[in-house]
């Protein structure tokens, strides 16, 4: 990790601003960018997509500062006069590090907030189903992947209006660009296919196949060498060179439900992390030889991951744990876990985020965000229990006040099979079978599976009335049109 000089003391002071405006020696910088050490001006912020928050944390002590509101639960926001924003997922931010741009994929917008101030400053909204965000290196614009469509809205970076649009197959899932700021790498979540797009003209100028067609993720190296990508569906990560032809170099069997990527440099080397929802850990790979050195156990459902200015933390946001963890990249460890809101997505660390002060205006207490249960599903005649690091299906309940959201991370099944998930009379599975969910299994045996409804009373002890029947969660094949035995049931 490189270390900062002394000299920097006597600097002028238009030279030390002039430092806080430029990405950290970490990504999405460049690796000639000055390390940025933890401080409390530093924040790392979640999107939370079933809270509709965004939770604000000071990691100098790993401290949940508060919550910013960006919409109402469910099913206050079923209303046709529903005004807030739903489904937060997305997020990027500035080069200055003074704006977080954040993706809500449920009202199709972008929300500019002062990381200063954690104040609303800007409301964009673009096409359907929009998924990620992010500043060209330059500032001048804002890249926003448009999912449900089949193009990249480019925003102006200053008023944050489109300006155009670049077209690409249908489903772009993430942009990156290339520290040099020439490239912008787009991912598709629908069509097997990278596009390298030239950022001076937003000319296509290179593609890369995708060994499948589900790419929720991507990261370019600090040294601008390789680009990471991940496969959701099938379980996989790939690398290319992020310069012309654009080649691809490797792919990794990772495990089911790989989420997100990112790239941290430290003493030690350069280092791909890479979040593994179905196995519940972190994965970490060199990049020069593509060696595993390291796999983290971390919690639930580990989706978007961020490293601190200098290289020396990683932060992972847990889906089905409603929480921040925080590893030590030298060791490896985790060394903090905070509370914070409902299904965090995507995750970023900004160095220098608050120049001065506490920076607490416009901050919500966790409240309702922070309610949920937590349970598990074992395989049919396991014979004992299982926490949610060793079960192959973790369950999310994440309280809306009247109702629940239900999110199951599913594996351990058939590959592309239907099945349900549903509520069962007895603990093993047996009896009649109300179904929550019907789904299908990606290529790896996996699903994320979502229901809606007042589920908690019906599976946890003394949480409803007196005459509510107890049931059971399970996962069942689904054939002929009705669901078959059970093959994974609910651990006590």
Not at 346 to 353: D, L, Q, R, S, W
Not at 470 to 479: I, K
Request: some cysteine.
């Amino acid at each position: 990790m490189k270390r900062q000089s002394r000299i920097t003391i006597a600097l002028p002071a238009a030279m030390l601003v002039a430092a806080q405006f430029a990405w950290a020696g970490q990504a999405p910088g460049s690796q000639s960018d000055p390390d940025i050490p933890v401080s409390h001006h530093d924040r790392v912020y979640a999107a939370e997509q079933f809270s509709n928050t965004v939770s604000v944390i000071d990691p100098a002590d790993n401290k949940l500062l508060g919550l910013i509101r960006l919409g109402d639960p469910s099913p206050g926001n079923f209303s046709p006069l529903y005004k807030g924003q739903l489904l937060v997922h997305g997020m990027g931010f500035s080069p200055d590090h003074h704006t977080i741009a954040v993706v809500s994929i449920g009202s199709n917008s972008v929300s500019f907030i002062d990381t200063q101030t954690n104040a609303v400053k800007h409301v964009t909204y673009v096409g359907r189903s929009p998924h990620e965000a992010f500043f060209t290196p330059d500032g001048k614009e804002v890249w926003v992947t448009v999912r449900g469509e089949n193009y990249v809205a480019v925003l102006d970076g200053k008023t944050y209006e489109e300006k155009t649009r670049i077209t690409v197959p249908a489903g772009p899932g993430m942009q990156i660009f290339s520290p040099d700021g020439k490239y912008g790498y787009v991912c598709s979540s629908f069509n097997p296919e990278i596009e390298v797009v030239s950022v001076a003209d937003h000319k296509i100028v290179g593609r890369v196949q995708q060994a499948s067609p589900f790419c929720p993720d991507l990261a370019a190296t600090p040294d601008g060498k390789q680009v990471w990508f991940t496969l959701k569906d099938t379980g996989k990560v790939q690398v290319f060179d992020a310069r012309p032809p654009f080649a691809l170099i490797r792919t990794l069997d990772t495990g089911p439900i790989t989420n997100h990527v990112n790239i941290v440099h430290n003493d030690k080397g350069t280092f791909a992390y890479v979040s593994v929802g179905g196995l519940n850990v972190i994965k970490v790979f060199r990049t020069d030889n593509f060696s595993q050195v390291a796999t983290i156990p971390v919690g639930n459902l580990p989706h978007g991951l961020w490293p601190s200015g200098d290289g020396s933390r990683i932060y992972v946001g847990l889906e089905n744990a409603d929480a921040m963890t925080a590893i030590d990249t030298l060791s490896n460890t985790v060394i903090a876990t905070v509370p914070i809101g409902q299904a965090p997505q995507a995750v970023t660390y900004v160095p220098n985020a608050v120049p001065e002060g506490d920076a607490t205006q416009n901050l919500q207490m966790l409240g309702l965000a922070g309610q949920s249960v937590h349970l598990a599903l074992v395989p049919v005649g396991a014979g004992k229990t299982a926490d949610a690091t060793h079960a192959p299906t973790t369950v999310a309940l994440f309280d809306q006040g009247l109702v629940q959201v239900l999110q199951a991370a599913v594996t351990g099944l058939q590959p592309k099979q239907p099945y349900v998930l549903g509520l069962a009379d007895n603990p093993d599975g047996m009896g009649d079978l109300q179904v929550l969910a019907n789904f299908m299994s990606n290529p790896a045996g996996s699903a994320i599976v979502n229901a809606l409804g007042q589920i908690r009373q019906l599976i946890s002890p003394g949480m409803g009335n007196a005459d509510d029947k107890r049931r059971y969660l399970v996962v069942a094949p689904q054939g002929s049109g009705k669901p078959g035995a059970p093959v994974q049931v609910q651990s006590p």
